[in-house]
């Protein structure tokens, strides 16, 4: 099977995390050009990712789909499904604001799907266009991450309770740590020793590495 993918992507994140967990060894993760609209269109109509190919050569999007296949396939334990409405609006309060904090940043950590000047052309049109000139948003990095840093405390308590993310691996890890994971390419965020301890953990369970050796 083969796993395309953005390094930058949270929802690819997702899928890549499954395959980690699992120790789903016969998934090849290929990473795509941020500019290639032609692979993805071909193989599910539209340009997305990630995108896996399973045995039979059929291609599969969405990632939550394809966590919940690749759990499947991999037998044993399923993921836990619970997602407590608590922490899905703790997320909901972070992503409103932190690809503002993130975009302009991921074009300039070394990131194999902007590898080309095409690619990182082609994202930072299409995000500044979302999120507000690249720029500008890095210039307000400290009002931004005043922000995330009020809000940071806020997800202690659940990732610290009786049923605390990473106990027994979950849809919640799958919705949070690639949020988390990619706040790593941030330089200056003080995560509380909770957090951090969390992040690292689920890094190396999921065998998906964090971006601290190259945060701006």
């Given at each position: 099977?083969?796993?395309?993918?953005?390094?930058?992507?949270?929802?690819?994140?997702?899928?890549?995390?499954?395959?980690?967990?699992?120790?789903?060894?016969?998934?090849?993760?290929?990473?795509?050009?941020?500019?290639?609209?032609?692979?993805?269109?071909?193989?599910?109509?539209?340009?997305?990712?990630?995108?896996?190919?399973?045995?039979?050569?059929?291609?599969?999007?969405?990632?939550?789909?394809?966590?919940?296949?690749?759990?499947?396939?991999?037998?044993?334990?399923r993921l836990d499904d619970t997602i407590r409405p608590a922490l899905q609006a703790w997320l909901d309060t972070v992503n409103a604001y932190s690809n503002q904090l993130l975009s302009p940043r991921s074009t300039r950590i070394g990131l194999p799907e902007f590898a080309t000047e095409s690619a990182r052309a082609y994202y930072t049109a299409k995000k500044s266009a979302a999120y507000g000139d690249?720029?500008?948003?890095?210039?307000?990095?400290?009002?931004?991450?005043?922000?995330?840093?009020?809000?940071?405390?806020?997800?202690?308590?659940?990732?610290?309770?009786?049923?605390?993310?990473?106990?027994?691996?979950?849809?919640?890890?799958?919705?949070?740590?690639?949020?988390?994971?990619?706040?790593?390419?941030?330089?200056?965020?003080?995560?509380?020793?909770?957090?951090?301890?969390?992040?690292?953990?689920?890094?190396?369970?999921?065998?998906?590495?964090?971006?601290?050796?190259?945060?701006?």
């Open positions: 099977m083969k796993l395309y993918y953005y390094d930058h992507c949270p929802f690819c994140t997702r899928a890549r995390m499954i395959v980690g967990l699992r120790g789903l060894v016969d998934v090849e993760q290929i990473p795509l050009a941020n500019d290639d609209e032609a692979t993805p269109i071909g193989l599910v109509g539209k340009k997305m990712v990630p995108i896996l190919i399973k045995a039979d050569g059929t291609a599969m999007g969405e990632s939550l789909d394809i966590v919940r296949y690749l759990d499947e396939y991999a037998g044993g334990e690249f720029a500008e948003n890095l210039a307000r990095s400290d009002e931004l991450l005043a922000r995330l840093h009020a809000d940071l405390p806020a997800l202690v308590p659940l990732i610290s309770s009786a049923e605390h993310l990473g106990a027994r691996p979950g849809y919640e890890d799958i919705i949070t740590f690639p949020l988390l994971r990619n706040l790593t390419m941030v330089k200056g965020v003080a995560y509380p020793p909770e957090i951090r301890r969390y992040v690292e953990t689920m890094s190396a369970k999921c065998r998906v590495p964090l971006f601290d050796d190259r945060a701006i």
